[in-house]
């Protein structure tokens, strides 16, 4: 995949995270967690928080102890 500059912040590039529960795969950018779903054109008005992906977790931990790096999924 090439880089992608996140379109919201500009800070850092968008990566691919799962979620470890489910294997639910999105677009992140690590910097202002910023969430495109595979499919979505990564633009700002497309974009969800992560927190809204996710929910906040209900025990001690963030949202980033629910996810994962991974590899783009397959076209």
Same mark, same amino acid.
């Given at each position: 995949m090439r880089k992608i500059a996140c379109p919201v912040c500009g800070q850092d590039w968008l990566r691919w995270y799962r979620v470890k529960d489910d294997g639910l795969t999105f677009l992140l950018c690590p910097e202002c967690?910023?969430?495109? +779903? /595979?499919? #979505?054109? %990564?633009? /700002?008005?497309?974009? #969800?928080? +992560?927190?809204? +992906?996710?929910?906040? %977790? #209900?025990?001690?931990?963030?949202?980033?102890? +629910?996810?994962? %790096?991974?590899?783009? %999924?397959?076209?």
């Open positions: 967690d910023s969430v495109w +779903l /595979p499919g #979505q054109d %990564p633009s /700002p008005t497309a974009r #969800q928080d +992560l927190s809204e +992906l996710l929910g906040y %977790p #209900q025990v001690h931990g963030t949202e980033w102890d +629910l996810i994962e %790096p991974c590899a783009a %999924p397959h076209d």
